[in-house]
């Protein structure tokens, strides 16, 4: 079984549209990330949730919003897309907030024509 | 604030040679260090990791890495380099005061040539 996994793996998409990346863990962790990985390799924190409760926010536009349904999940849903969107995005967990090991997804590419 | 900077985006290495990648971090106390590795269209794998104890820290696939404060440097190392290394390494940090937030160094693309 996969410990964390995302879909769609790849998502092709037209600007101004919305969409949403979906992500699940079945390890029991208790926080839940997700990264944006951009053309370069660079990656990039963008929101942490611990018991479904919202701890980090980078600075992200609020076209970006996450929502967690229960602890074993982490949507990310991003209105009007634009070029610049186009990116991986990747899930990751951890059992807690506590120097944990982080466990990360696969990614789903996103790319905004 | 906390930043990695990771020496060499580009490290070519011969079957069986030293692996040497380099990290060093900008932190007012010391943080938590990390190696990840990413091979081709996957994910993040967890490769090794410091908090507190021993200096030298052994992970996967025969990699160790060695904290070093006086140098502010986690520099990660294989004895012997295998066609299978080949892979993209990232350094990042994280604070001591918890969030377990992640901050990556840009990476170092390994290549390893028979």
């Known amino acids: 079984d996969t410990a964390v996994s995302q879909t769609p793996k790849y998502l092709v998409t037209q600007m101004g549209n919305d969409k949403s990346i979906k992500c699940e863990q079945n390890l029991g962790h208790d926080t839940m990330y997700w990264y944006k990985q951009d053309s370069k390799k660079f990656l990039k924190i963008m929101f942490s949730y611990n018991n479904k409760e919202l701890i980090i926010n980078e600075t992200v536009p609020n076209r970006f919003s996450p929502k967690s349904p229960d602890k074993a999940h982490l949507n990310l849903h991003i209105n009007s897309l634009e070029l610049g969107d186009s990116a991986v995005y990747f899930c990751a967990s951890s059992l807690g907030l506590e120097q944990e090991t982080q466990y990360f997804g696969p990614g789903t590419r996103l790319l905004v024509l | 604030a906390q930043s990695v900077t990771q020496l060499g985006s580009h490290v070519s290495v011969s079957e069986g040679a030293l692996v040497l990648l380099r990290c060093n971090y900008s932190?007012?106390?010391?943080?938590?260090l990390f190696w990840y590795v990413q091979y081709p269209n996957q994910g993040l794998q967890l490769l090794l990791k410091y908090t507190t104890g021993a200096t030298l820290v052994k992970g996967i696939n025969g990699f160790e890495a060695e904290f070093k404060k006086s140098e502010t440097s986690f520099h990660l190392t294989k004895p012997s380099a295998h066609m299978s290394d080949a892979a993209e390494y990232f350094c990042a940090v994280s604070p001591t005061g918890g969030g377990n937030k992640l901050t990556f160094g840009t990476g170092t693309q390994l290549k390893v040539e028979l």
């Open positions: 932190s007012s106390v010391p943080p938590y």
